[in-house]
């Protein structure tokens, strides 16, 4: 009759175990998910604001404009924001360039 109830014993202290792992897996997880939304919130972040610094970029980067009106043009993109992106495909540049020919 004493086997029976150490068996009982050793079952019931693996199911508890068991059940404190289980327990401890879920609360892990639990405090897993703040760190996941806050990393993707970071990834996100990050990611509105090259699509907000990628017409700068453009602009910057472009060869239809040169010196004070390209800065105009990004000044225009910082406040006015992708409204001036627009008109700067569209309208850009301003004034024709000026075209030297060298001749021998």
Do not use: H
Not at 4 to 32: D, H, Y
Not at 60 to 89: M, N, Q
Request: glycine fraction near 6%; aromatic fraction near 18%.
């Amino acid at each position: 009759m004493g086997k029976p109830l150490c068996l009982n014993l050793e079952s019931i202290m693996k199911v508890l175990g068991n059940l404190a792992v289980i327990v401890l897996v879920i609360i892990g997880a639990l405090a897993f998910i703040p760190l996941v939304s806050f990393g993707f919130a970071i990834f996100c972040g990050i990611a509105v604001f090259a699509i907000w610094l990628l017409p700068v970029w453009i602009i910057a980067t472009s060869d239809k404009t040169t010196g004070f009106e390209k800065i105009a043009w990004i000044i225009a993109i910082l406040c006015l924001s992708w409204f001036a992106w627009v008109f700067y495909f569209f309208l850009a540049p301003l004034k024709p360039k000026q075209r030297y020919y060298y001749s021998d």
